[in-house]
């Protein structure tokens, strides 16, 4: 009898899925020590194992599909193609996330009393830092009715002056906010490729370096290159054959990685939904704008410009890249599976998929800019702002550039979320009312991301004439 094998997209849903049961039984039995002695370890390895694979494949596959280009003049029309609809799809999904948080107004959920008393400690935070003024002119502390508000707020002010998470990220911010102008582009320039290639956060000097062997091989006898690039293409062959074995382990470090990212998160099932409780209306408008990019936007595009891929087809195909980036919370660790799913399920090139998903891995940020948009408007909103027309276009330049110098690692928005506070003179602190959720939603903002990278790649092999999509049996 036959063997029927389950595809890995549903072997992905189901460890998923187990690790949510799992986490919640673990947190009403008390488990949660061990789940994160023996469990939630299996997890870190799966992320780590990806991210030690996602290195040494971007340089290689770069490599291998610059080096094949058959002229110079194609590399730079593919790669003002790329670098084009990239800042096209960001700007779409900044301009999204301000549209829906005016519309829906997430904060003015919040009840009336504690956004009175967040507006008085947003006066006393702007009278104090040099060369910040209250921006819409209003004094909240000078009316009577709200003296009595105005002690508590100084005293909730100390609190949040005092977060070691939130003082270690402004400062973060600050080294990237205070680089001269040009300072991303000595950034990409490695003075050591060896070293940058033993640290993920470089992913952008090892790209600078992939792209420039690259485009150097294509400038010399093939005769003599020919060892050179059959040593790398074998090389790209080992990464990615170590890629396909770690897949079929993926539904079980799935799981463990669900289990410990709730088991980190709360003591008690109550706790685990109150984090949920107190900032759901922001959730719900992120998650809303995520899902209309996902859902509509991008598929959308494929349906426009491609139109021989199916809007249930194109899901299907790379669902494996989606749910792998929602359980690690990384695109440059979702990169190999991503790029699996790009070359042998959509049928786009070799050539495309090297060169166009490491730079959309490491530059292409949705998901990122959105949940900026999104939250900036919406801490606005917590403390009784409203921001300006001119103030939002801020948040727009802002975010689209702050979500090109974000790492493709968890959480990194955050930091780049400081940079976009400060650039509308808002409290950068302000963060930390938004920690509670951001593990989640970071996790959701990846799906985008990575969706957005396997829609551009896929959109670039079609103008090209390097899809060759076929339908499954």
């Known amino acids: 009898m036959k063997k029927r094998n389950i595809p890995l997209h549903w072997r992905i849903i189901m460890g998923l899925i187990a690790g949510i049961i799992y986490s919640f039984v673990s947190i009403h039995f008390g488990w949660n020590k061990f789940t994160l002695d023996w469990i939630d370890p299996f997890g870190v390895i799966f992320i780590r194992l990806l991210k030690f694979i996602a290195v040494p494949l971007v340089l290689f596959s770069i490599i291998s599909g610059v080096s094949t280009l058959p002229d110079p003049a194609k ?9 084009g609809m990239y800042l096209f799809t960001t700007i779409t999904a900044v301009g999204l996330g301000l549209l829906l948080a005016n519309l829906f107004q997430p904060g003015e959920f919040i009840a009336k009393e504690q956004r009175i008393k967040n507006r008085i400690k947003y006066e006393i935070w702007a009278e104090q830092t040099p060369g910040v003024g209250v921006l819409d002119g209003q004094n909240y502390r000078a009316k009577p009715e709200y003296a009595a508000f105005a002690g508590e707020a100084a005293i909730q002010m100390e609190k949040e002056q005092g977060n070691e998470t939130v003082e270690s990220r402004k400062a973060a911010a600050e080294s990237f906010k205070n680089a001269g102008p040009l300072q991303f582009f000595v950034d990409m320039v490695p003075d050591n490729i060896f070293a940058s290639l033993s640290d993920s956060k470089s992913m952008l000097q090892v790209i600078f370096f992939a792209l420039f062997f690259g485009i150097v091989t294509m400038f010399l006898p093939k005769e003599s290159m020919k060892p050179v690039l059959d040593v790398i293409n074998g090389a790209n062959e080992v990464f990615l054959k170590m890629v396909e074995w770690i897949m079929e382990a993926a539904p079980f470090f799935v799981f463990a990685l669900m289990s410990g990212v709730l088991a980190k998160m709360a003591k008690t099932p109550a706790e685990a939904v109150e984090i949920f409780k107190g900032l759901l209306t922001y959730s719900l408008t992120l998650l809303a704008g995520l899902a209309l990019l996902v859902a509509v936007f991008y598929p959308g595009l494929i349906l426009l410009l491609v139109r021989k891929i199916s809007y249930s087809s194109f899901f299907k195909r790379i669902s494996p890249a989606q749910f792998l980036a929602f359980s690690t919370s990384s695109s440059a660790a979702t990169l190999p599976v991503s790029m699996e799913c790009v070359r042998d399920n959509l049928g786009v090139s070799k050539n495309v998929t090297n060169f166009v998903l490491p730079i959309g891995a490491t530059v292409n940020m949705d998901g990122t800019a959105l949940y900026q948009a999104v939250a900036v408007v919406f801490l606005a909103q917590l403390h009784l702002i409203d921001l300006t ?18 790492a493709a690692v968890p959480s990194a928005g955050l930091i780049m979320m400081i940079i976009v506070l400060q650039s509308v003179g808002l409290n950068p602190a302000w963060i930390a009312i938004i920690f509670p959720v951001d593990r989640i939603l970071d996790m959701c903002r990846t799906v985008a991301n990575v969706t957005s990278d396997i829609t551009v790649a896929t959109i670039i092999a079609h103008s090209e004439g390097e899809l060759e999509y076929r339908e499954q049996g």
Do not use: D, P
């Not at 590399?75 to 670098?83: E, F, P, Q, S, Y």
């Not at 027309?389 to 974000?406: D, K």
């Open 75 to 83: 590399l730079g029309r593919m790669g003002a193609k790329t670098l």
């Open 389 to 406: 027309l001119s103030q939002q276009l801020t948040i727009v330049l802002t975010a689209t550039l702050a979500s090109i110098g974000s």
